[in-house]
Each structure stands twice: as C-alpha cells, then as structure tokens.
C-alpha cells in the first residue's frame, strides 16, 4: 500500500484560496483528493493519473486544479475562491490501477488512504 501524509489545511474566508499537499511513498497509478463534512458522505474532489487524465467533481470545477509531482512525491489540490460548502476534511488515496474515468471519483476504488487535513472555510 501507498503511504500518504496530508498538510495545508486550515481557516480560510470565503473568496480565498489553499493549497493542499500530500506527500506519499510508493506506487499509485491513479491517485485523488476527497472531502467529507460532518453528517456527510466521503466525496470524490479531484483525481488524476500517471499519464496526467484528471476528473473533477461539478462542485470545483473550473476553480481547483490537481496536480502531481513525481520528484518531491507529492500530490497537490489547488482551491480557488472558496465557499463555506467546502468546508471539510481532506483525504488523499491512492492505487496502484488504471480507473476509468466515471470510477476515479469513487472512495470505494481506492485502497490506500492519509489521515486527512481540516479546510474550514468561513462566509
């Protein structure tokens, strides 16, 4: 299994923007963020894979960009003009499969998850 370690988090106002890490150790082919608010289900946020394929979820569309870098081992989530919707915790997970595009969004086709880091986002 991937080791993943998450940072970045924090309070922010609504409008402002974070940049999330993860640092990870081991093979991932596919690897992704989710979020989960309390009371909530864990939701798929952005995903991407080792030949850069990316999937966002309808509600960052447009205002997050995923990325990855292979020398620092790192996975990252860049959010733009925050709303109080995102508020949540934050997970990376990985695995070592190709995922379709439709699957890459799903917490059910990762194997490997990180401890998660808090974004609380006032209005």
């Known amino acids: 299994q991937v080791q993943l370690v998450e940072s970045g988090g924090g309070s922010v106002q609504a409008g402002g923007s974070l940049r999330l890490s993860c640092e990870f150790s081991g093979y991932a082919y596919t690897m992704a963020w989710f979020r989960q608010a309390p009371g909530n289900a864990r939701e798929g946020v952005a995903a991407?894979?080792?030949?850069?394929?990316?999937s966002y979820a309808d509600s960052v569309e447009g205002r997050s960009t995923i990325s990855i870098d292979n020398a620092k081992s790192s996975l990252y989530l860049h959010l733009n003009s925050l709303k109080p919707e995102d508020t949540g915790m934050y997970y990376c997970?990985?695995?070592?499969?190709?995922?379709?595009?439709?699957?890459?969004?799903?917490?059910?086709?990762?194997?490997?998850w990180g401890q998660g880091t808090q974004v609380t986002v006032s209005s």
């Open positions: 997970a990985a695995d070592a499969s190709y995922l379709a595009s439709r699957a890459r969004l799903q917490h059910s086709a990762y194997k490997s």
């Open positions: 991407i894979d080792v030949v850069g394929r990316t």
